[in-house]
């Protein structure tokens, strides 16, 4: 669209004090007077729960960066790990002969 080229991403930079009345004002003419207040609890309840969960969040990161890492599980025997080299393969040598008996 050659009308938006000029737009950055954060194009809320220029909303100024008559943009927000307006807003405001729009919103007011939507859902009228007697649901704003509900709305805006809901909004605030909604950032709450943001906050609450984004903290909890927050919180295990921080837990998890500070208790040392669990010791690595034994493997089962035969396996290869990584980092470790197989074994070559020796073949059997052959059976001896019996002895002769003379």
Known sequence: MPGLSHLS???????????LL???????LL??????PD???GFGRA???FKKATSGVEQEVRKAMAEPP????PRPAGTIGQG????????PSPPSPPPSAE
């Open 9 to 19: 991403p954060a194009f809320i930079e220029g909303i100024g004090g008559p943009e």
């Open 70 to 73: 669990p010791p690595p599980s």
């Open 39 to 41: 709305l805006a609890r």
């Open 31 to 36: 859902f009228g007077a007697d649901r704003l």
């Open 47 to 49: 950032m709450r729960e």
């Open 22 to 28: 307006m807003i405001m004002f729009v919103i007011l």
């Open 84 to 91: 470790d080299a197989p074994k070559p393969y020796i073949p």
